[in-house]
T-cell receptor, first 114, second 109 residues
Framework: NAGVTQTPKFQVLKTGQSMTLQCAQDMNHNSMYWYRQDPGMGLRLIYYSASEGTTDKGEVPNGYNVSRLNKREFSLRLESAAPSQTSVYFC?????????????FGEGSRLTVL | QKEVEQDPGPLSVPEGAIVSLNCTYSNSAFQYFMWYRQYSRKGPELLMYTYSSGNKEDGRFTAQVDKSSKYISLFIRDSQPSDSATYLCLGDNAGKSTFGDGTTLTVKP
């Protein structure tokens, strides 16, 4: 049982390049989330999807786009990467659409923008 | 002002010590509170989940919520080196989960 799977685990980009972080969950969860974590800081919500077909902005959405491809998959796209987007990105999911219950996290994707 | 403020640490204690980790929050709409544990280079994992004011105990861990003072705590009894990790508190309102910045704990043998 894989839980939440993120790819890639590591990525180095040059300023201005684009990339997509992929996330898939096999727990039949309704809600999915993208967070970023910077040194000494907690997790900050970038975007979330309460259910298939819906997405909403979180605390720090600028510079990112998301797609809820289906119930299992939620991708995060950086259209023109900037050094300020160097971070560890975590995808998470939870069972309910209303947001209650445990958040299950992936292992993280470490992104460096030069 | 951040919605969830967490004592920054880092915290270093000897094995067997009682550890107290603390957060305050400002959003009265928070309905649920959680504590997550994050080992180095891993994703966070749920440790404790609470809804109402009061205490919830699970083995060596006790989560305490005081909604009147907007204060949440996690106590670890008989701390072990395996408890060395970053602990994150979380307040949740209808799907929008706000994390504290985390407290890094080291338990020395």
């Amino acid at each position: 049982n894989a839980g939440v799977t993120q790819t890639p685990k590591f990525q180095v980009l040059k300023t201005g390049q684009s990339m997509t972080l992929q996330c898939a969950q096999d727990m039949n969860h309704n809600s999915m989330y993208w967070y970023r974590q910077d040194p000494g800081m907690g997790l900050r919500l970038i975007y979330y999807s309460a259910s298939e077909g819906t997405t909403d902005k979180g605390e720090v959405p600028n510079g990112y786009n998301v797609s809820r491809l289906n119930k299992r998959e939620f991708s995060l796209r950086l259209e023109s990467a900037a050094p300020s987007q160097t971070s560890v990105y975590f995808c998470a999911s939870r069972k309910g659409s209303a947001g209650t219950g445990e958040l299950f996290f992936g292992e993280g994707s470490r992104l460096t923008v030069l | 002002q951040k919605e969830v403020e967490q004592d920054p640490g880092p915290l270093s204690v000897p094995e067997g010590a009682i550890v107290s980790l603390n957060c305050t929050y400002s959003n009265s709409a928070f309905q649920y509170f959680m504590w997550y544990r994050q080992y180095s280079r891993k994703g966070p994992e749920l440790l404790m989940y609470t809804y109402s004011s009061g205490n919830k105990e699970d083995g060596r861990f006790t989560a305490q919520v005081d909604k009147s003072s907007k204060y949440i705590s996690l106590f670890i009894r008989d701390s072990q080196p395996s408890d060395s990790a970053t602990y994150l508190c979380l307040g949740d309102n209808a799907g929008k989960s706000t994390f504290g910045d985390g407290t890094t704990l080291t338990v020395k043998p």
